[in-house]
């Protein structure tokens, strides 16, 4: 089976702060993990590695094979890493459309940047799959609105169609399911699980214990960075360190459900 993403025995420290600490995990093609954890137990520090945002300390990150520890967040984008951040970060003022032409757009390279100000070739082709792609993900109708009209459930939708359009294989999520009502979270997993048929791997950072029942399928416990149990949902809710680690903290309830 492919490995879509590998982290080998990575670690990052803030000043004296070890808040990633010699985490392995290893992600197949077309799976979907969860990394759970209490408050500050450096799930996004580890999306932040990811993505390039910062440099390891030590360890070794692996997309698709490729060892990607040295390159820049930028190139890493084109290596077919997305992210879809807690707040969507599209822009409010232009349409549905422009938002996607312009995340595939930031994508490009070459030839097909060049010529997309001119509204030549790729530009059509970028408008043929982002309409597709609107379909697909049912906003058909929605490619003229613009995104800051329409409700956070939609905004979220459009963000996730404007991930699969750069021509990401390995996805993480923030909290995708933060804010959104049961049949938009219901609507979401169906998307989602459409990404992972397409053969999209997902990285999800989510507290929605019920939401990552349905969704996931291999859940990682971090607790100050290091990994203390992984497995089914089930299998990490028994888990006395998973318990313990939440104890007192206002997830409890939902971990140990
Ligand atoms: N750029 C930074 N500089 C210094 N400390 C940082 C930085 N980024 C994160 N930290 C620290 O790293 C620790 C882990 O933070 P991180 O945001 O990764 O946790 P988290 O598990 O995502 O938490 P939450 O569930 O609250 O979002 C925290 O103590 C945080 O203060």
Redo the contacts with the bound molecule.
Sequence with gaps: MTMALVLDNITKS??Q?R?VDNLDLTVHQGQAIALI?P????????FNLISGIYPLDQGRIYIDGTDVTNISSGRRIRAGVARSFQNVRLMPYLSVMDNLLLGQHLQASGVGTLLAPFRLMPHNRWREAAREALETYDLTGMENKPVGALPYGIRKRVDLVRATLTGARLLLLDEPAAGLNPSETNALRQHLDRMRIDGMTLVV?EHDMGFIERACDHVVV?NF?AKIAEGTLAQVQRNPLVQQAYIGTTAQQEVMA
């Design positions: 803030f000043h702060n808040v954890g408050n500050g137990a450096g799930k996004t520090t580890v950072i971090l960075g």
